[in-house]
């Protein structure tokens, strides 16, 4: 069964940082590309940050850009995203997603965490 189970969400100050992570079981983690996407009320859920397992090239959408660093820790099947300089626009829920394709396109990952809330207060 393709399990991924998100964690490290909080409630943090702007400027603030906080590393959340995505354990992965079920599946070759190896062959997949792995994406951090988010949701916040009332909006589409958009894709944030990508990383390649095959060869780890990493992908960023601008907004998180020099902010946001996603890697991976093969031996644990675990991908991070650790955020720093927050901001109030970041608060939502993010979630991690499993696909075949390197992808800012939630409809290119077919298997999803439960997502972990981030807040980030002004």
């Known amino acids: 069964e393709v399990q991924l189970v998100e964690s490290g969400g909080g409630l943090v100050q702007a400027g603030g940082s906080l590393r959340l992570s995505c354990a992965a079981s079920?599946?070759?983690?190896?062959?997949?590309?792995i994406g951090w996407f988010r949701q916040a009320p009332g909006k589409e859920r958009e894709g944030v940050s990508c990383i390649s397992r095959s060869d780890g090239s990493t992908y960023y959408r601008d907004s998180v850009k020099g902010r946001f660093t996603i890697s991976s820790d093969n031996a644990k099947n675990t991908v991070y995203l650790q955020m720093n300089s927050l901001k109030p626009e970041d608060t939502a829920v993010y979630y991690c997603?499993?696909?075949?394709?390197?992808?800012?396109?939630?409809?290119?990952?077919?298997?999803w965490g439960q997502g972990t809330q981030v807040t980030v207060s002004s």
């Open positions: 997603a499993a696909g075949e394709l390197v992808s800012f396109r939630a409809t290119d990952f077919g298997s």
């Open positions: 079920g599946f070759t983690f190896d062959d997949y590309a």
